[in-house]
């Protein structure tokens, strides 16, 4: 059949056979066939270039993430009541990216199953339930995740906050409560948390844990403020709390100058979350965190996970790490990330519908507004390019509060050449009536 009649097929068998609030991307739906480096192809061969996917982290379907996979997948996989060398290997060279505190490895299946545990690691420990986390943040799809991220509890269907999370607002130097980048930003926006901790200890509770990312993606890509966690981190830890930092979206090398995004705000968590990128696709992701964090954990209660740590798993976890290091790519998002980010900026001083660039290495944002001084979200614009770049052959996505920021995250093989291609179409297609400010 005609290539238009079988997206609809799929789309009439999806609406029948699964759930309604799965959602698509763009109005007229794309049908992927397969993917190569920073290369999307659809069903009629179409070539599209990704600045979406921070999960197929290393390109997608890198071959030797794929045969590292295909080579363990044919031998074994079982369970970790088995021992066996992958899980140890894989642990080892997982924990020797993270500081020397960091010294003990869980491996589950996605972002969620790693912040769900996170959290239980911090109730454990600190026997306390109280969660501090950040206005428009996402962590997950458990109901200990959606219960913490204020993008979905404060967002359509939501139900507001639960009694034990507590929200505090996001540090946006851009448009948040306190605006401009200055030496004051990091102690304005650590304040808030200071004010809960302040409530809790009088009604004589302490806080488990408090979870952010370093660079808030679903908040629109946005980065904390120079010493945010340095002065959060030690008022948490004052009251007794644990320190999460979720590295799903921003770790592996994506910031550029540093292997993961805390590391650019100086301080060391006590549980860091992995995710998307450490399986290049694969579902796996991981929690690193503190022997006495782990020991406490140990109580007696045997932590059982049917796949997480098994050996495919582990060979291409393993795999990727080593293609992170031999390509080099933590290299290149600091080049090609600090180049794009130039490109950007030289854009928005000739185009006034960009408000904001930000970000670090190959994790940016453009933030678009309809004035630069009234800073009115442009979501229309930010809606209307992402639409026009696909057709132009350019995947890009949208997200922030406001739903007016384009965000970049391609996978990490995204080059110069790749920028320049962006940038160009960038420029011309801001030239166009839709982009009028
Ligand atoms: N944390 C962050 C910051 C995320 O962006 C996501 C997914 N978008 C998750 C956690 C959950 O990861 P997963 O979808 O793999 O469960």
Redesign the pocket.
Known sequence: CSPAIAVAQILTERRKLLSPNLSISYTQPLYMQRGVGAYLYDHTGRRYLDTVNN?AHVGHEHPRVVRAGQRQMAVLNTNTRYVHHQITQFAEALLATAPASLEVAFFV???????ELALRLAKTYTNQQDIIALQV??????NA?VEI?SYKFDGPGGKGASPRVHVVPLPDTYRGLYRGSTPDSAQQYAQPVNEILERLHIQGRRPAAFMA?TI???GGQIPLPPGYLQQVYASVRTAGGLCIA?????GCGRPGKYFWAFEEQGVVPDIV?I??PIGNGH?L?AVLCTRAVADAFANGMEYFNTFGGNPVSCAIGMEVLKVIREEGLQENALTVGNYLKLGLGELAQRFPQIGDVRGSGLFLGIELVHDPIAKLPAASIADYLANRMRTLGILMSTDGPDHNVLKIKPPMVFGKTQADFLLRMLERLLKEDGCKP
């Not at 299946?109 to 790693?114: F, P, R």
């Open positions: 999960v299946n996605s972002g969620s199953e790693a912040n943040g996402y962590h997950g799809n458990t995740c991220s990312e808030v993606s679903c979720d590295e799903v979206q921003t979350t995710g998307k579902p992701g």
